[in-house]
Each structure stands twice: as structure tokens, then as C-alpha cells.
């Protein structure tokens, strides 16, 4: 069952047709900086927390993308944004997939970001709830030793972005971070909507991704209607954060090309 949505925190910073940004997990808002500063100068940037991370209360229960794309609705109504172009990275791109389904005819355009649109293996749904069990035993410390060494390209050796990493998934609260687990291992299937997908697309992930390789972009990328593909060099698994210069480089690029940089005639 679908509890009611719920009022998340955010940033708004910056005018200009919106951009939303969704960050992956155990993270937060946080993890988009560079890009809030690289394109506040020519767009609206909205970037939450989604429900349980960051800012947020965190409730007991999983927490499903479907509950996390009907708070991301609730604020966009708040904030009178119109159609927005969405950017999902990984499990932020489970809640695009979310969106896409639930409120179609509130996007512009979609950008997935190291992300799959398939659901988790019976296995893969276990570890997650293991991995729950554990956390509610040891703490959040348990799941940023497990990711940790798979967020940035193996052979990233920057202390600083490291540390930087760890800080931000470190602070997130354990009821939060169990919810979101229970909440992906319990994701449907979104393999079927990629084919209705009428919007411009844009599919990013990092070359050196091992948590969700890049072999899961291009089948994204390969099922969506005229879809970019970008894989970038020297980037993991947080490909904006790793990469930010390149990275908004490609994005502004493509709202360029694809017609998405000025506003929307149709809010
Ligand atoms: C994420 O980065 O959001 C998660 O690793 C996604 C996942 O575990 O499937």
C-alpha cells in the first residue's frame, strides 16, 4: 500500500526552464552540487532529498519508489514548475522510472544516470534484505563499507573526493537507509516503459561503473526511442560527482540539441 506522500526537503536554486535532480543511494541532495552550481546560472535546478535520506524524517517500513515519485509530484505542484526535465542517478533513476509511470504527462524530457530499469533478481532482493537486518544491527557503517569501493572508478586515488563520499553517505540515518533498501528490493519491473518513453532521453553512466555497468545503459539506451548514449572515461559508479566538468558538459549539450534549454510553451 502507497502511504501518503510526504513533504521532502530540497534545494531551488537558479531560474530558467526546471531541471530535477534525484541522487542514488545511501546519499542525498548533496551529492549534486557541482551541477547546482554549473547550471542555477541558466536553469531552475530542484534537487531533493527523497523520503527517509538526507534532511528527511525517516520513518519505519520500506520506503517504494512509487511513495518517492508521488512526494517528488507533491513538491512540483508546490513549487508550480510545470513540466520538468527529470535526472535520475541510480536508485534516483528507479524513482524517474517511478515518475515516468505514475506521472507521464509532467516530464519534458529524462536523463537516467548509471541506472537499470529492470528489477531486482530474487538473490539481489535477499542481499538487499540482509543487508537491512544488518544495518538495523550495526548501523549505517555496514552498507558504506559495502559501497564505499564500488562508488568511484577503481582507480581513483583523490583522498579528498574519497572522504568526501564517505561523509555523505555516512550521515545518512539507518531507518532511512533500511527503508530505501526494502523499498528497491520490492521495485517492479520498468523494462515496458521504456518503449512508450515519447520525451528526449539522455542515458550517462561511468565506463568504470562496476555497480551498475555500463552493459545496463546501453540496453537502456537501445530500448528508449532515439536515446543518447554517453559513456564517460575515468568515472565510477557516481559518474557526475567523479566527472562533474564532463559530465555537465554532456548534459548542457544535450538540452541544447534536444530543444530543452529555453521553457516550455506548453506550461
Ligand atoms: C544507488 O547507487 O542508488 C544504488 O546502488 C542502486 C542499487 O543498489 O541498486
Not at 508521488?70 to 508550480?80: E, G, I, P, R, S
Not at 538487499?128 to 552498507?143: D, F, L, S, Y
Request: glycine share 8%; net charge neutral; hydrophobic share 45%.
Amino acid at each position: 500500500m502507497t502511504s501518503k506522500s510526504i513533504s521532502l526537503r530540497y534545494t531551488d536554486a537558479g531560474q530558467g526552464p526546471p531541471l530535477v535532480f534525484l541522487h542514488g543511494f545511501p546519499l542525498n541532495r548533496k551529492v549534486w552540487h557541482r551541477q547546482i552550481e554549473a547550471l542555477r546560472s541558466s536553469y531552475r535546478v530542484i534537487a531533493p532529498d527523497l523520503r527517509g535520506l538526507g534532511d528527511n524524517e525517516a520513518q519505519p517500513g520500506p520506503t517504494t519508489m512509487a511513495q518517492c515519485a508521488a512526494d517528488l509530484h507533491t513538491l512540483l505542484q508546490q513549487l508550480a514548475t510545470g513540466r520538468v526535465v527529470l535526472i535520475g542517478h541510480s536508485m534516483g533513476g528507479y524513482v524517474a522510472l517511478a515518475f515516468v509511470r505514475q506521472f507521464p504527462e509532467m516530464l519534458r524530457g529524462l536523463v537516467l544516470v548509471s541506472t537499470k530499469a529492470g528489477q531486482d533478481s530474487a538473490e539481489a532482493a535477499a542481499g538487499r534484505r540482509a543487508m537491512a537486518k544488518k544495518v538495523e544491527a550495526e548501523g549505517v557503517q555496514a552498507v558504506v563499507d559495502a559501497m564505499a569501493p564500488k562508488m568511484l572508478a577503481a582507480d581513483k586515488q583523490d583522498a579528498r573526493m574519497i572522504a568526501d563520499v564517505l561523509g555523505l553517505m555516512a550521515t545518512s540515518r539507518p531507518a532511512g537507509v533500511i527503508g530505501a533498501l526494502l523499498g528497491m528490493a520490492e521495485r517492479p519491473d520498468s523494462t515496458a516503459l521504456l518503449v512508450q518513453l515519447a520525451v528526449p532521453t539522455l542515458v550517462v553512466t561511468g565506463a568504470d561503473d562496476t555497480l551498475i555497468p555500463p552493459s545496463e545503459s546501453e540496453a537502456l539506451a537501445g530500448a528508449i526511442r532515439n536515446a543518447q548514449l554517453k559513456v564517460l572515461p575515468h568515472a565510477g559508479h557516481l559518474v557526475a560527482f567523479e566527472q562533474p566538468d564532463e559530465f555537465n558538459h554532456v548534459l548542457k549539450e544535450w538540452l541544447r540539441r534536444a530543444d530543452l534549454a529555453s521553457s516550455d510553451e506548453s506550461n
